[in-house]
Protein backbone atom coordinates (compact mmCIF):
# COMPACT_ATOMS: atom_id res chain seq x y z
CA UNK A 1 0.00 0.00 0.00
CA UNK A 2 1.57 3.38 -0.76
CA UNK A 3 1.53 6.17 1.63
CA UNK A 4 -1.95 8.60 1.54
CA UNK A 5 0.03 11.41 3.33
CA UNK A 6 3.43 12.91 3.94
CA UNK A 7 5.49 15.07 6.78
CA UNK A 8 8.67 16.61 6.99
CA UNK A 9 9.23 17.69 11.08
CA UNK A 10 12.12 19.74 11.26
CA UNK A 11 12.85 18.08 15.34
CA UNK A 12 12.55 14.42 16.60
CA UNK A 13 9.70 15.24 18.76
CA UNK A 14 8.03 17.63 16.90
CA UNK A 15 7.84 14.21 14.31
CA UNK A 16 6.54 12.26 16.87
CA UNK A 17 3.87 14.75 18.22
CA UNK A 18 3.21 15.02 14.00
CA UNK A 19 2.69 11.08 13.77
CA UNK A 20 0.58 10.90 16.87
CA UNK A 21 -2.04 13.25 15.89
CA UNK A 22 -1.74 11.50 12.44
CA UNK A 23 -2.27 8.39 14.36
CA UNK A 24 -5.46 10.19 16.90
CA UNK A 25 -7.20 10.65 12.75
CA UNK A 26 -7.17 7.30 12.31
CA UNK A 27 -4.11 6.84 10.31
CA UNK A 28 -1.52 3.99 10.84
CA UNK A 29 1.25 6.10 11.13
CA UNK A 30 5.14 5.11 10.87
CA UNK A 31 7.80 7.53 11.76
CA UNK A 32 11.41 8.36 10.25
CA UNK A 33 14.72 9.54 11.92
CA UNK A 34 16.99 11.10 10.21
CA UNK A 35 17.26 11.52 6.06
CA UNK A 36 15.74 8.57 4.57
CA UNK A 37 17.81 6.71 1.55
CA UNK A 38 16.50 3.97 -0.59
CA UNK A 39 17.43 1.51 1.76
CA UNK A 40 15.21 2.96 4.75
CA UNK A 41 12.38 0.59 5.07
CA UNK A 42 8.58 1.46 6.40
CA UNK A 43 6.39 -0.91 8.42
CA UNK A 44 3.74 -2.71 6.47
CA UNK A 45 0.61 -0.82 6.04
CA UNK A 46 1.14 2.53 6.80
CA UNK A 47 -1.11 5.73 5.74
CA UNK A 48 1.09 8.16 6.56
CA UNK A 49 4.76 8.84 7.14
CA UNK A 50 6.90 11.49 8.83
CA UNK A 51 10.12 12.20 8.23
CA UNK A 52 11.82 13.59 11.64
CA UNK A 53 14.66 15.78 10.87
CA UNK A 54 17.38 18.04 12.93
CA UNK A 55 17.02 21.03 10.70
CA UNK A 56 15.23 23.44 12.98
CA UNK A 57 18.21 25.30 13.97
CA UNK A 58 21.05 23.80 11.35
CA UNK A 59 22.34 26.62 8.46
CA UNK A 60 19.28 27.29 6.25
CA UNK A 61 21.12 25.43 3.41
CA UNK A 62 21.04 22.49 5.09
CA UNK A 63 17.62 22.30 6.69
CA UNK A 64 16.43 23.04 2.71
CA UNK A 65 19.02 19.96 1.09
CA UNK A 66 17.63 17.56 4.07
CA UNK A 67 13.73 18.59 3.92
CA UNK A 68 14.21 18.08 -0.77
CA UNK A 69 15.59 14.64 0.05
CA UNK A 70 12.95 13.62 2.18
CA UNK A 71 10.51 15.32 0.26
CA UNK A 72 11.94 13.26 -2.60
CA UNK A 73 11.71 10.32 -0.26
CA UNK A 74 7.61 10.55 0.60
CA UNK A 75 6.98 11.49 -3.26
CA UNK A 76 8.54 7.89 -4.24
CA UNK A 77 6.35 6.42 -2.01
CA UNK A 78 3.27 7.66 -2.81
CA UNK A 79 2.53 10.61 -0.95
CA UNK A 80 0.65 13.38 -2.89
CA UNK A 81 0.66 16.02 -0.27
CA UNK A 82 3.50 16.89 2.34
CA UNK A 83 2.93 18.78 5.55
CA UNK A 84 5.67 20.66 7.05
CA UNK A 85 5.58 20.30 10.60
CA UNK A 86 7.52 23.00 12.38
CA UNK A 87 7.11 23.70 16.67
CA UNK A 88 3.89 25.43 18.07
CA UNK A 89 5.68 28.27 18.98
CA UNK A 90 7.22 28.54 15.61
CA UNK A 91 10.55 28.75 16.87
CA UNK A 92 13.40 29.31 14.57
CA UNK A 93 16.30 31.65 13.60
CA UNK A 94 15.50 35.25 12.31
CA UNK A 95 16.03 34.42 8.86
CA UNK A 96 14.70 30.46 9.06
CA UNK A 97 14.18 28.43 8.59
CA UNK A 98 10.54 28.02 7.96
CA UNK A 99 10.53 30.65 4.84
CA UNK A 100 13.76 28.80 3.42
CA UNK A 101 11.94 25.17 3.64
CA UNK A 102 8.81 26.05 3.05
CA UNK A 103 9.68 28.38 -0.26
CA UNK A 104 11.62 24.91 -1.05
CA UNK A 105 9.87 22.54 -0.90
CA UNK A 106 7.07 24.79 -2.94
CA UNK A 107 9.17 25.16 -5.23
CA UNK A 108 9.96 21.61 -5.99
CA UNK A 109 6.30 21.06 -5.95
CA UNK A 110 5.03 23.11 -8.20
CA UNK A 111 2.87 24.44 -5.62
CA UNK A 112 1.80 28.71 -6.23
CA UNK A 113 0.79 28.79 -2.55
CA UNK A 114 0.49 27.10 1.00
CA UNK A 115 -1.46 27.68 4.30
CA UNK A 116 0.47 28.09 7.67
CA UNK A 117 -1.14 27.20 11.32
CA UNK A 118 0.88 26.33 13.73
CA UNK A 119 -2.22 26.04 16.67
CA UNK A 120 -2.49 23.09 18.71
CA UNK A 121 -5.34 23.88 20.84
CA UNK A 122 -4.57 20.66 23.54
CA UNK A 123 -1.32 22.11 24.59
CA UNK A 124 -2.50 25.67 24.59
CA UNK A 125 -1.27 26.94 21.39
CA UNK A 126 -3.67 29.20 19.42
CA UNK A 127 -3.36 31.53 16.31
CA UNK A 128 -5.88 34.58 16.46
CA UNK A 129 -5.34 37.32 14.09
CA UNK A 130 -2.30 36.30 12.83
CA UNK A 131 -0.46 36.13 16.16
CA UNK A 132 0.29 33.23 18.47
CA UNK A 133 -0.75 32.76 21.92
CA UNK A 134 0.41 30.20 24.75
CA UNK A 135 -2.79 29.76 26.68
CA UNK A 136 -3.83 33.55 27.39
CA UNK A 137 -0.78 35.10 27.14
CA UNK A 138 0.92 36.30 23.58
CA UNK A 139 3.85 33.90 22.97
CA UNK A 140 6.28 36.85 23.31
CA UNK A 141 4.61 37.24 27.25
CA UNK A 142 4.89 33.44 28.00
CA UNK A 143 7.19 31.83 29.36
CA UNK A 144 7.93 29.77 26.07
CA UNK A 145 9.52 32.95 24.73
CA UNK A 146 12.74 31.98 26.74
CA UNK A 147 13.82 29.13 24.30
CA UNK A 148 17.46 28.52 24.59
CA UNK A 149 18.13 28.49 20.78
CA UNK A 150 15.69 30.59 19.25
CA UNK A 151 13.85 32.99 21.96
CA UNK A 152 10.87 34.22 20.32
CA UNK A 153 10.20 37.71 21.16
CA UNK A 154 7.68 38.61 18.68
CA UNK A 155 4.01 36.99 17.99
CA UNK A 156 3.00 37.62 14.67
CA UNK A 157 3.17 35.06 12.45
CA UNK A 158 3.15 37.13 9.56
CA UNK A 159 5.41 39.84 10.94
CA UNK A 160 7.71 36.59 11.84
CA UNK A 161 7.45 34.99 8.58
CA UNK A 162 7.67 37.48 6.13
CA UNK A 163 11.96 38.25 7.40
CA UNK A 164 11.96 34.94 6.28
CA UNK A 165 10.45 35.09 2.43
CA UNK A 166 10.35 37.35 0.08
CA UNK A 167 7.29 36.48 -0.84
CA UNK A 168 3.67 38.36 0.35
CA UNK A 169 2.29 36.84 3.27
CA UNK A 170 -1.49 37.08 4.45
CA UNK A 171 -4.26 35.87 6.74
CA UNK A 172 -7.49 34.19 6.76
CA UNK A 173 -8.89 35.21 9.92
CA UNK A 174 -11.27 33.46 12.35
CA UNK A 175 -14.26 34.71 11.66
CA UNK A 176 -13.66 33.03 8.03
CA UNK A 177 -12.69 30.14 9.42
CA UNK A 178 -15.65 29.59 11.77
CA UNK A 179 -18.10 30.06 8.50
CA UNK A 180 -16.25 26.74 7.18
CA UNK A 181 -14.10 24.73 4.45
CA UNK A 182 -15.89 26.57 1.56
CA UNK A 183 -15.30 29.81 2.74
CA UNK A 184 -11.59 29.22 3.69
CA UNK A 185 -11.74 27.72 0.23
CA UNK A 186 -12.83 30.79 -1.22
CA UNK A 187 -10.13 33.08 1.21
CA UNK A 188 -7.20 31.04 -0.12
CA UNK A 189 -8.51 30.83 -4.17
CA UNK A 190 -8.68 34.82 -3.38
CA UNK A 191 -5.12 35.08 -1.79
CA UNK A 192 -3.46 32.87 -4.74
CA UNK A 193 -5.40 35.14 -7.17
CA UNK A 194 -3.89 38.44 -5.51
CA UNK A 195 0.06 36.80 -6.11
CA UNK A 196 -0.23 35.97 -2.52
CA UNK A 197 2.29 32.67 -1.22
CA UNK A 198 1.86 32.16 1.87
CA UNK A 199 -1.63 32.35 4.16
CA UNK A 200 -1.56 32.07 7.97
CA UNK A 201 -4.48 31.07 8.91
CA UNK A 202 -6.52 31.69 12.74
CA UNK A 203 -7.31 28.37 14.40
CA UNK A 204 -8.79 28.89 18.43
CA UNK A 205 -10.26 25.38 18.20
CA UNK A 206 -9.69 21.94 17.07
CA UNK A 207 -12.71 22.37 15.20
CA UNK A 208 -11.15 25.29 13.41
CA UNK A 209 -8.13 22.72 12.58
CA UNK A 210 -10.12 20.28 10.66
CA UNK A 211 -11.86 23.23 8.75
CA UNK A 212 -8.27 23.97 7.62
CA UNK A 213 -7.60 20.68 7.36
CA UNK A 214 -10.47 19.83 4.53
CA UNK A 215 -10.00 23.34 2.78
CA UNK A 216 -6.24 22.96 2.62
CA UNK A 217 -6.17 18.54 0.86
CA UNK A 218 -5.21 19.44 -2.30
CA UNK A 219 -2.49 22.23 -1.49
CA UNK A 220 0.53 20.39 -2.67
CA UNK A 221 2.51 21.86 0.61
CA UNK A 222 0.63 22.37 3.49
CA UNK A 223 3.14 23.83 6.72
CA UNK A 224 2.15 24.17 11.04
CA UNK A 225 1.87 22.32 14.02
CA UNK A 226 0.68 18.66 14.86
CA UNK A 227 -2.62 20.55 15.13
CA UNK A 228 -2.91 20.68 11.64
CA UNK A 229 -1.76 17.24 10.52
CA UNK A 230 -4.54 16.03 12.78
CA UNK A 231 -6.79 18.44 11.19
CA UNK A 232 -5.78 17.16 7.46
CA UNK A 233 -5.51 13.48 8.67
CA UNK A 234 -9.20 13.61 9.45
CA UNK A 235 -9.61 14.71 6.10
CA UNK A 236 -7.98 11.56 4.38
CA UNK A 237 -10.04 8.16 4.97
CA UNK A 238 -8.28 5.36 7.25
CA UNK A 239 -7.19 2.27 5.55
CA UNK A 240 -4.96 0.67 8.53
CA UNK A 241 -5.90 -0.86 11.78
CA UNK A 242 -7.85 1.05 14.03
CA UNK A 243 -6.43 0.74 17.64
CA UNK A 244 -3.26 1.82 18.05
CA UNK A 245 -0.26 -0.58 19.21
CA UNK A 246 -0.42 -1.82 23.21
CA UNK A 247 1.28 -0.53 25.71
CA UNK A 248 4.94 -1.49 26.51
CA UNK A 249 4.56 -3.92 29.45
CA UNK A 250 8.27 -5.74 29.93
CA UNK A 251 12.22 -4.40 30.49
CA UNK A 252 13.72 -2.06 32.87
CA UNK A 253 12.56 1.80 32.28
CA UNK A 254 14.74 4.90 32.40
CA UNK A 255 14.45 8.43 31.54
CA UNK A 256 16.94 10.53 29.89
CA UNK A 257 15.90 14.63 30.17
CA UNK A 258 18.06 17.26 27.96
CA UNK A 259 15.53 19.81 27.84
CA UNK A 260 15.31 22.82 29.54
CA UNK A 261 11.61 23.44 29.37
CA UNK A 262 9.90 24.80 32.65
CA UNK A 263 7.33 21.56 32.26
CA UNK A 264 10.47 19.57 31.79
CA UNK A 265 11.81 20.89 34.99
CA UNK A 266 8.35 20.25 36.38
CA UNK A 267 8.70 16.69 35.84
CA UNK A 268 11.84 15.77 36.71
CA UNK A 269 10.80 17.44 40.34
CA UNK A 270 7.53 15.38 40.29
CA UNK A 271 9.88 12.16 39.83
CA UNK A 272 12.37 13.27 42.13
CA UNK A 273 10.09 13.98 45.21
CA UNK A 274 8.17 10.76 44.33
CA UNK A 275 11.39 8.96 46.01
CA UNK A 276 12.79 7.80 42.54
CA UNK A 277 16.19 7.46 41.47
CA UNK A 278 17.51 10.65 40.14
CA UNK A 279 20.98 11.47 38.90
CA UNK A 280 21.92 14.90 37.54
CA UNK A 281 24.59 15.14 35.19
CA UNK A 282 27.97 17.52 35.65
CA UNK A 283 28.04 18.98 32.30
CA UNK A 284 31.14 21.05 33.09
CA UNK A 285 32.69 18.22 34.07
CA UNK A 286 32.24 16.03 31.41
CA UNK A 287 33.97 19.32 29.30
CA UNK A 288 37.15 19.17 30.50
CA UNK A 289 37.39 15.35 30.88
CA UNK A 290 35.89 13.89 33.63
CA UNK A 291 34.13 10.48 32.96
CA UNK A 292 30.80 11.39 33.76
CA UNK A 293 29.15 8.45 31.68
CA UNK A 294 31.06 6.08 33.33
CA UNK A 295 29.98 7.92 36.48
CA UNK A 296 26.55 7.24 36.13
CA UNK A 297 26.56 3.99 34.39
CA UNK A 298 28.07 2.91 37.82
CA UNK A 299 25.38 4.67 39.86
CA UNK A 300 22.73 3.27 37.22
CA UNK A 301 23.76 -0.03 38.46
CA UNK A 302 23.70 0.07 41.81
CA UNK A 303 19.73 0.99 41.92
CA UNK A 304 16.85 -1.16 42.04
CA UNK A 305 16.59 -3.22 39.27
CA UNK A 306 12.37 -2.84 39.85
CA UNK A 307 12.64 1.17 39.72
CA UNK A 308 12.34 3.46 36.78
CA UNK A 309 15.34 5.78 37.36
CA UNK A 310 16.17 9.40 36.27
CA UNK A 311 18.87 10.61 34.21
CA UNK A 312 19.36 14.66 33.24
CA UNK A 313 21.08 16.98 32.17
CA UNK A 314 18.34 19.60 32.17
CA UNK A 315 18.93 22.91 34.61
CA UNK A 316 17.05 25.92 35.64
CA UNK A 317 17.52 29.05 33.07
CA UNK A 318 20.33 30.43 35.34
CA UNK A 319 22.33 26.79 35.76
CA UNK A 320 22.17 27.01 31.92
CA UNK A 321 23.08 30.31 31.52
CA UNK A 322 26.14 29.87 33.69
CA UNK A 323 27.31 26.63 31.68
CA UNK A 324 26.93 28.46 28.27
CA UNK A 325 28.91 31.08 29.10
CA UNK A 326 32.10 28.71 29.97
CA UNK A 327 31.26 26.46 27.19
CA UNK A 328 29.43 29.10 24.78
CA UNK A 329 25.57 27.82 23.61
CA UNK A 330 27.12 25.34 20.68
CA UNK A 331 29.06 23.68 22.70
CA UNK A 332 26.87 22.86 26.09
CA UNK A 333 24.36 21.48 23.57
CA UNK A 334 26.82 19.05 21.73
CA UNK A 335 28.02 17.82 25.61
CA UNK A 336 24.39 17.17 26.42
CA UNK A 337 23.86 15.29 23.72
CA UNK A 338 27.08 13.18 23.94
CA UNK A 339 26.11 12.82 27.01
CA UNK A 340 22.47 11.06 26.60
CA UNK A 341 23.01 9.33 23.68
CA UNK A 342 26.34 7.42 24.65
CA UNK A 343 23.98 6.49 27.73
CA UNK A 344 21.45 5.98 26.00
CA UNK A 345 23.17 2.74 23.90
CA UNK A 346 24.81 1.54 27.53
CA UNK A 347 21.27 1.15 29.32
CA UNK A 348 19.84 -0.69 26.34
CA UNK A 349 22.81 -2.36 26.27
CA UNK A 350 21.80 -2.99 30.11
CA UNK A 351 17.91 -4.19 30.01
CA UNK A 352 16.55 -1.12 29.20
CA UNK A 353 13.14 -1.87 26.90
CA UNK A 354 10.71 0.89 27.90
CA UNK A 355 12.95 4.66 27.14
CA UNK A 356 11.56 8.31 27.70
CA UNK A 357 13.35 10.73 26.14
CA UNK A 358 12.75 14.85 27.04
CA UNK A 359 13.89 17.00 24.23
CA UNK A 360 14.08 17.50 20.48
CA UNK A 361 17.87 17.81 20.37
CA UNK A 362 17.92 14.98 23.01
CA UNK A 363 15.58 12.82 20.92
CA UNK A 364 17.88 13.39 17.96
CA UNK A 365 21.08 12.30 20.12
CA UNK A 366 19.31 9.04 21.55
CA UNK A 367 17.75 7.86 18.24
CA UNK A 368 20.98 8.78 16.31
CA UNK A 369 23.29 6.74 19.21
CA UNK A 370 20.74 3.61 19.16
CA UNK A 371 20.69 3.47 15.36
CA UNK A 372 17.32 3.05 15.02
CA UNK A 373 15.73 4.41 12.00
CA UNK A 374 11.86 3.73 12.08
CA UNK A 375 9.02 2.90 14.72
CA UNK A 376 5.67 2.51 14.33
CA UNK A 377 2.99 4.86 16.72
CA UNK A 378 1.46 3.60 19.54
CA UNK A 379 -0.92 4.78 22.56
CA UNK A 380 -0.33 8.49 23.88
CA UNK A 381 0.79 9.07 27.45
CA UNK A 382 -0.16 12.78 27.18
CA UNK A 383 -1.32 14.73 23.78
CA UNK A 384 1.56 14.92 21.27
CA UNK A 385 3.70 11.93 23.58
CA UNK A 386 3.29 8.49 22.43
CA UNK A 387 5.36 5.21 22.86
CA UNK A 388 6.55 4.51 19.48
CA UNK A 389 8.09 0.87 18.80
CA UNK A 390 11.53 0.52 17.19
CA UNK A 391 10.91 -1.80 13.53
CA UNK A 392 14.25 -3.16 12.77
CA UNK A 393 17.12 -1.85 14.77
CA UNK A 394 16.68 -2.70 18.83
CA UNK A 395 12.94 -4.97 18.05
CA UNK A 396 11.05 -4.45 21.23
CA UNK A 397 12.08 -1.37 22.32
CA UNK A 398 9.99 0.71 23.32
CA UNK A 399 10.37 5.04 23.03
CA UNK A 400 8.58 7.76 24.01
CA UNK A 401 10.46 10.76 22.42
CA UNK A 402 9.12 13.91 24.56
CA UNK A 403 9.21 17.97 23.19
CA UNK A 404 10.62 19.58 26.43
CA UNK A 405 7.13 22.02 26.62
CA UNK A 406 5.08 18.51 26.11
CA UNK A 407 3.35 16.35 28.80
CA UNK A 408 1.66 17.12 32.74
CA UNK A 409 3.94 17.47 35.49
CA UNK A 410 3.65 14.00 36.49
CA UNK A 411 4.16 12.80 32.84
CA UNK A 412 7.24 10.68 34.03
CA UNK A 413 5.74 8.62 36.82
CA UNK A 414 3.22 7.94 35.02
CA UNK A 415 3.54 7.05 31.50
CA UNK A 416 6.23 4.09 33.19
CA UNK A 417 3.69 3.02 35.78
CA UNK A 418 1.14 2.37 33.07
CA UNK A 419 3.21 0.34 31.38
CA UNK A 420 4.79 -1.93 34.26
Given at each position: ?T????CI ?12 A?R ?9 F?T?DDTT??P????A???A ?5 T????A ?13 R???Q??F?YC????S?P??N ?5 D ?5 A?AA ?9 PN ?5 Q?H?FV??Q??S ?5 HH?L?P ?6 R ?9 P?AL??W???R?G????R?A?V?HR????R????DA ?5 LA?L?A????L ?6 A??A ?15 E ?6 R?AV ?6 A ?11 A ?16 D?T???L ?9 L?VLI ?5 P???AA ?15 E ?8 LV???V?R?L??GG ?8 AL ?5 L ?11 T ?13 K???F???DLFIRA ?5
Open positions: MLRIGADDFTGGTDAAAFRAGLRTALVGPALADCDAVVLKSRSPAHEVADSLAAQRWLWAGAAVHKSTFDTRGIGPVTALMDAGLTLHCPASPGRTVYGLHDLLDSPLRPNMADSSLRLLSAQTRHVIDTTVRVEAVDLAQAGVHVVALTDDDVGAALEPVIAGAGLEGIGHAYPATGPAAAPLPCEGALAGSCSRTLEQIAQFYAGLPSLHLDVLAAAIGRVGEAAWYDAQDPEPYASASEELVQAQLGVAEAAAQVELLGTLASHARGRLVAETSGAVTTGVRAVVGHEADPGVPWYATTEHSGLALMLSGNGAPLRETK
